[in-house]
């Protein structure tokens, strides 16, 4: 099964994530967050596979983030603006994002990754 590996190249997060599948030989299609932003369809799919809240998928410690000041502003929005604002710019996006199948993993954690890529 195919497994897409959504990063920026400048985060660390990013950077280990990658370490780890390529380490462990797992092959992936790599997709720069910015130069091939999620569209607002795959991020609504992405968030209704992965289960979290829609707030996961923003990046809460990222420049854009807080210059937009989304803190207070994304508590009054529907979902459907926060997806549309989602899609307007990759650096908004919590990354890396792993997508295999039906499952969908937000950030990096060594466990996840293992029991993901191991099935």
């Known amino acids: 099964m ?3 590996f959504i990063q920026y190249p400048k985060c660390s997060t990013c950077q280990k994530a990658k370490k780890y599948l390529t380490q462990h030989n797992i092959s992936f299609e790599d997709r720069h ?3 091939n932003n999620p569209t607002k369809e795959e991020l609504s799919t992405w968030w209704k596979l992965s289960g979290l809240p829609l707030k996961k998928f ?3 410690s ?3 983030y807080k210059e937009m000041k989304l803190k207070d502003q994304l508590p009054m ?3 459907d603006e926060q997806l549309t604002l989602l899609a307007s710019n990759g650096m908004l996006v919590k990354r890396p994002i792993l997508i295999k199948g039906d499952t969908v993993i937000v950030g990096f954690k060594e466990e996840n990754y ?3 890529c191991s099935n």
Do not use: E, Y
């Open 58 to 60: 923003f990046n809460t």
């Open 77 to 79: 929005m529907s979902d």
């Open 2 to 4: 195919n497994i897409l």
């Open 33 to 35: 967050i910015v130069d």
């Open 62 to 64: 990222g420049n854009v």
């Open 114 to 116: 293992k029991t993901l």
